[in-house]
C-alpha cells in the first residue's frame, strides 16, 4: 500500500545556536529571543490543523523557557535530545558529548516524564563516538544524517575515513537513522548571518523554498511506494510573518498531496515495522 508520511520538525535553539557561533552581543542574543515568541504563533496553527510534530530542543533552552516548552509538550507534540548546549558533537570530548546527553536527557524527563528516544546534533555534525553513545543511552533514532532523502537506514559505526584509500563502511547498528538535509532546511535559505571570516546571506524569497520544498515531496511520491519526507525548520526563522505564510502554504499543500504528518518517533517505529516485516 502506497503511504507516503512527512515530519514537520522545529529545532528550538533560541539564543543557544548563537552563543555556540561566539555571537553573545545583546543583538545577536535578541534573535534567539524572538524563537520564544515564534513558538507561540507555530503552536496555534499546528493545533488548527490537528498536526503532531517534533521538537528538538537543548537542555540550556529548556531551562531557560521552560513555559514555552510545557506547552510545546502540551501540544501532544514530541520533545528529543539536540543537546545541553549548541555546540556540535564533532566540537566535544568524548566525555563531554556523553555528559551533554546525559544532562539533557535529565532536562528532558523532567519536562515529559518520560525518557526521549530521538537525537538530532547542534548543526548537524557527529563525532566518531556519537552513534555508540546514542545505543549506549537507549535511542531509537538519530536524525542528522543525509545517505538518503525518503527512505531511513540503520546508522553504522567503525567507518574508516582515509584520504588516500577506499572508504571502509563499518557497523550496520540497529539505531535508525531517519535522514534531513540543508535544502530542507529553513535556516541556510533565510537567515542573513555575519561570521568572522564568513557571510551566509540568506533571506531567498520564501515562495521560491515552499516551491521546493513541495517538488521534493512530489518527487518522493514519484518514485517511492512509501517514504518519509523530513521538514526542519527553527522558530526564530519560520516565525516571521512571511514565512508563517509559507508554513501555512506547505500544510496545506502537503495535505492535497495526500500526506500524512506524523511524528518522527512514529515515522521511526513505521519504518522499523515495515524492516522486520521483510
Known amino acids: 500500500m502506497a503511504e507516503h508520511l512527512v515530519?514537520?520538525?522545529?529545532?528550538?535553539?533560541?539564543?543557544?545556536?548563537?552563543?555556540?557561533?561566539?555571537?553573545?552581543?545583546?543583538?545577536?542574543?535578541?534573535?534567539?529571543?524572538?524563537?520564544a515568541v515564534a513558538v507561540d504563533r507555530i503552536l496555534p496553527l499546528l493545533e488548527k490543523n490537528a498536526i503532531p510534530t517534533s521538537w528538538f530542543i537543548p537542555g540550556t533552552t529548556i531551562k531557560t523557557y521552560p513555559e514555552q516548552c510545557r506547552r510545546?509538550?502540551?501540544?501532544?507534540?514530541?520533545?528529543?535530545?539536540?543537546?545541553?548546549?549548541?555546540?556540535?558533537?564533532a566540537d566535544l570530548t568524548p566525555e563531554k558529548e556523553d555528559e551533554g546527553l546525559e544532562?539533557?536527557?535529565?532536562?528532558?524527563?523532567?519536562?515529559?516524564?518520560?525518557?526521549?528516544?530521538?537525537?538530532?546534533?547542534?548543526?548537524?555534525?557527529?563525532?566518531?563516538?556519537?552513534?555508540?553513545l546514542l545505543i549506549k543511552?537507549?535511542?531509537?533514532?538519530?536524525?542528522?544524517?543525509?545517505?538518503?532523502?525518503?527512505?531511513?537506514?540503520?546508522?553504522?559505526r567503525g567507518d574508516v575515513v582515509s584520504d588516500e584509500e577506499p572508504f571502509e563502511f563499518g557497523e550496520v547498528t540497529s539505531l535508525i537513522e531517519m535522514p534531513i538535509s540543508w535544502s530542507l532546511d529553513d535556516f541556510p535559505h533565510f537567515e542573513y548571518l555575519r561570521l568572522p571570516n564568513s557571510v551566509l546571506p540568506g533571506l531567498?524569497?520564501?515562495?521560491?523554498?515552499?516551491?521546493?520544498?513541495?517538488?521534493?515531496?512530489?518527487?518522493?511520491?514519484?518514485?517511492?511506494?512509501?517514504?518519509?519526507?523530513?521538514?526542519?525548520?527553527?522558530?526564530?526563522v519560520i516565525g516571521r510573518g512571511h514565512r508563517m505564510m509559507m508554513l501555512e502554504g506547505l500544510i496545506q499543500a502537503l495535505r492535497e498531496q495526500g500526506a500524512r504528518f506524523v511524528t518522527m518517533e512514529d515515522a521511526a517505529l513505521a519504518f522499523r515495522e515495515r524492516q522486520e516485516a521483510g
Open 7 to 35: 515530519c514537520l520538525t522545529f529545532d528550538f535553539d533560541a539564543m543557544s545556536g548563537m552563543i555556540a557561533k561566539g555571537l553573545k552581543t545583546p543583538t545577536a542574543i535578541s534573535r534567539g529571543e524572538f524563537g
Open 72 to 89: 510545546i509538550v502540551d501540544g501532544g507534540h514530541e520533545v528529543g535530545n539536540h543537546g545541553w548546549t549548541h555546540v556540535p558533537p
Open 103 to 132: 544532562r539533557a536527557n535529565q532536562a528532558l524527563f523532567d519536562l515529559c516524564g518520560k525518557t526521549t528516544r530521538g537525537y538530532r546534533s547542534p548543526s548537524w555534525d557527529l563525532s566518531p563516538v556519537t552513534v555508540d
Open 137 to 156: 543511552h537507549g535511542f531509537l533514532y538519530d536524525s542528522s544524517m543525509m545517505g538518503h532523502d525518503h527512505i531511513p537506514y540503520y546508522a553504522r
Open 204 to 236: 531567498v524569497n520564501a515562495g521560491h523554498v515552499l516551491d521546493n520544498w513541495v517538488n521534493d515531496f512530489k518527487y518522493m511520491k514519484r518514485t517511492e511506494p512509501w517514504g518519509i519526507l523530513t521538514y526542519t525548520m527553527h522558530p526564530f
